[in-house]
Structures are given as structure tokens and as C-alpha cells.
């Protein structure tokens, strides 16, 4: 693995841990047992990893989404799979990272936040359309509304002022909000389904 890959790598691995800010050049070459010179070779300041890690990162995401969105099975499981993977995703991920790249790191942060408003709005809008298209979703659905709802959502989640670190952890308030979301979406049909891939019986 190149110098640069393993730079990257080992920031991301310190970032999700601990926090964006409270990682300093210093605790990068110290992890990866290189000296400051040599990192600097690479990337001018921490700003410059950051963003560098984030395009990376995002490259990841959409690659493992993709392979979710080809092998579902229908609008229903592409949904469940993704939130299960989305509850992997932040189940280790220190909770001050998001705000840390919000308030601190501007260019690193606009790149997330059009890939939010671009990619996955799009993958969003697809898969309410596939629901719809497979009786799944309820017919009378406003994709476009609903669609920026969702990526709405997505921010508040992160919110600490909405949801405190310190009462409220990442899985739990994903899957209660994810959850609430499909389930008002779907038809009695999609329902059913999701009951299946909960293995939930409820009463009629």
C-alpha cells in the first residue's frame, strides 16, 4: 500500500474514533510510525486529509450502495438493507465527527454535502419510484417531496442539539427514525414484507 493510501487509511481509522478535531498531525504520523516530514511530503495541513479522506470515503460509500441497489430484491429490502448498513456505518463512529466536519473543516464538509444532495437524492428518488412501480409504495406518493424530507433527515440526525450524544446513541435514533420512515410509505402489501424481514407478527 502506497504512503499516501496508508496516511488516509489510518486518519479515517483515528477520525471515526475520536473525533475530527482532536486528532492532530502529530497523533497521524505517530500511529502510523512516520515522522511529521514525511507527512507533510504528502499533504500540506490536516484540511487537506480531511477533505482527501472524505473523497475516499465517499467513493466507498457509493460503491457499497450500488452493490446493495443490484442485488435487492425489491424497493422493500434495497430500503431494510440500506439502514442496516447505515446502523454498521455509525455503530463505532465517534458521534462528534459529523458536527467536527460541519463546523470545522468547510471544504471537506461541502463535499458531503453535495454528495448528499446529489447522489444519494437521486438513489432516494429511485427507490421510492422502483417501490411505487412495485405496489410496494403507496401510489399517491410525492416522490419529490418526500425524497428531500429524507435527505433532511439525514442532518438531523446528527443534530446534537435535537438528539444529545449523551442520551441518545447513532443506531438507536437511526433505526427509530429509518424505520418510521418506510413504514409510512409503504402499502399493505410493502408492510407485510417488512414484517417478514423482521421477523415481526402483528395482529390483524
Not at 122 to 143: H, K, M, P, T, W
Not at 162 to 176: E, L, M
Request: proline share 2%; charged share 25%.
Amino acid at each position: 500500500m502506497e504512503i499516501k493510501d496508508r496516511i488516509l487509511q489510518a486518519a479515517m481509522g483515528l477520525f471515526t474514533r475520536n473525533g475530527i478535531k482532536s486528532v492532530s498531525m502529530d497523533d497521524i504520523a505517530t500511529h502510523l510510525g512516520i515522522s511529521k516530514k514525511t507527512l507533510y511530503k504528502w499533504f500540506e495541513n490536516k484540511d487537506q486529509i480531511v477533505s482527501a479522506v472524505i473523497t475516499n470515503h465517499l467513493g466507498g460509500v457509493q460503491g457499497e450502495c450500488e452493490g446493495i441497489i443490484g442485488q435487492a430484491q425489491n424497493a422493500v429490502d434495497e430500503m431494510v438493507q440500506m439502514m442496516d448498513w447505515a446502523k454498521r456505518q455509525f455503530a463505532n463512529m465517534n458521534p462528534n465527527a459529523i458536527h467536527d466536519l460541519r463546523k470545522y473543516y468547510p471544504a471537506a464538509w461541502s463535499l458531503f454535502h453535495a454528495h448528499k444532495n446529489k447522489y444519494i437524492l437521486s438513489q432516494i428518488q429511485a427507490n421510492l419510484r422502483r417501490g411505487v412501480q412495485e405496489g410496494l409504495y403507496r401510489a399517491d406518493l410525492d416522490i419529490e417531496v418526500l425524497s428531500r424530507l429524507r435527505l433532511a433527515q439525514i442532518d438531523i440526525l446528527f443534530d446534537p442539539e435535537i438528539f444529545p450524544h449523551a442520551q441518545f446513541d447513532q443506531p438507536r435514533v437511526q433505526v427509530a427514525c429509518n424505520e418510521h420512515f418506510l413504514l409510512g410509505m409503504v402499502t399493505l402489501k410493502g408492510h407485510k414484507l417488512i414484517n417478514e424481514y423482521r421477523h415481526v407478527t402483528e395482529e390483524e
